[in-house]
């Protein structure tokens, strides 16, 4: 695989991943302020930021689509689950058990298979 597409990957699965944590803050801010309406969620700067930022890695997710086969980048995308539990560890405070991260590493480990089987 071409190390620039790779970086686009990686750059799309992380802007997913920050998307999330956007979302989670956007929603848990609104909460806290109890205005729980739906109006409310749309009107959040977070939640605006992480729709904004899905749509660009959606465009970039595009681009590696349209030179990679489905069954060759998809599985990149479980690196999304690895990066955003970390986020919510580091930015949110959740917390980690045993299970979850062992099948977290069994996610990284699966996308390290599928990226040395691609010619």
């Given at each position: 695989?071409?190390?620039?597409?790779?970086?686009?990957?990686?750059?799309?699965?992380?802007?997913?991943?920050?998307?999330?944590?956007?979302?989670?803050?956007?929603?848990?801010?609104?909460?806290?302020?109890?205005?729980?309406?739906?109006?409310?969620?749309?009107?959040?700067?977070w939640?605006?930021?992480?729709?904004?930022?899905?749509?660009?890695?959606?465009?970039?997710?595009l681009?590696?689509?349209?030179?990679?086969p489905?069954?060759?980048?998809?599985?990149?995308?479980g690196?999304?689950?690895?990066?955003?539990?970390?986020?919510?560890?580091?930015?949110?405070?959740?917390?980690?058990s045993?299970?979850?991260?062992?099948?977290?590493?069994?996610i990284?480990?699966?996308c390290?298979?599928v990226?040395?089987?691609?010619a």
């Amino acid at each position: 695989m071409q190390p620039a597409l790779l970086m686009l990957i990686l750059t799309s699965v992380a802007m997913s991943a920050i998307a999330q944590l956007l979302l989670k803050m956007g929603v848990g801010q609104v909460r806290a302020d109890g205005a729980g309406s739906g109006l409310a969620f749309v009107q959040s700067p977070w939640v605006i930021g992480g729709f904004g930022l899905y749509g660009l890695g959606a465009i970039l997710w595009l681009y590696v689509l349209a030179r990679l086969p489905l069954s060759a980048a998809y599985p990149f995308v479980g690196l999304g689950f690895i990066l955003t539990m970390a986020l919510g560890v580091l930015a949110l405070g959740e917390s980690l058990s045993p299970i979850r991260i062992a099948g977290t590493l069994l996610i990284a480990l699966g996308c390290v298979c599928v990226s040395r089987s691609i010619a």
